[in-house]
């Protein structure tokens, strides 16, 4: 079983910087395939940040050229750098994952089965 936990959420004025990291225990690394999602009060969980197999990353049309996806050499911890932040930005940040081999770039929450408690990340203007 995999576990999950991430760290690194706080509250910062918009235009700050927060990073997150998401630290997953299990022997499967090279079994499982990772990605950062939120949810802001009264919305659905979306998908924010995946990175493939060969590591290309893809983001969510909203975080574009403002978050960055990367794991460790060991692929033990998932982090997810967010700068130039804004109050939209404003949600409980989860990491997730999922059994596979072979990572794509899934971006849909049904597509993972395994999830963390979420960090909580607070964007004021």
């Known amino acids: 079983q995999v576990q999950l936990v991430e760290s690194g959420g706080g509250s910062v004025q918009a235009g700050g910087s927060l990073r997150l990291s998401c630290v997953a225990s299990t022997h499967a690394y090279d079994r499982i395939c990772m990605a950062w999602f939120r949810q802001a009060p009264g919305k659905e969980r979306e998908g924010v940040a995946v990175?493939?197999?060969?590591?290309?990353?893809t983001y969510a049309d909203s975080v574009k050229g403002r978050f960055t996806i990367s794991q460790s050499s060991d692929k033990k911890t998932l982090y997810l750098d967010m700068s130039d932040l804004i109050p939209d930005d404003t949600a409980t940040y989860f990491c997730?994952?999922?059994?596979?081999?072979?990572?794509?770039?899934?971006?849909?929450?049904?597509?993972?089965?395994?999830w963390g408690q979420g960090t909580q990340v607070t964007v004021s203007s």
């Open positions: 990175r493939d197999s060969l590591s290309r990353p």
């Open positions: 997730a994952a999922r059994y596979s081999q072979i990572c794509g770039n899934e971006l849909g929450p049904g597509s993972y089965s395994l």
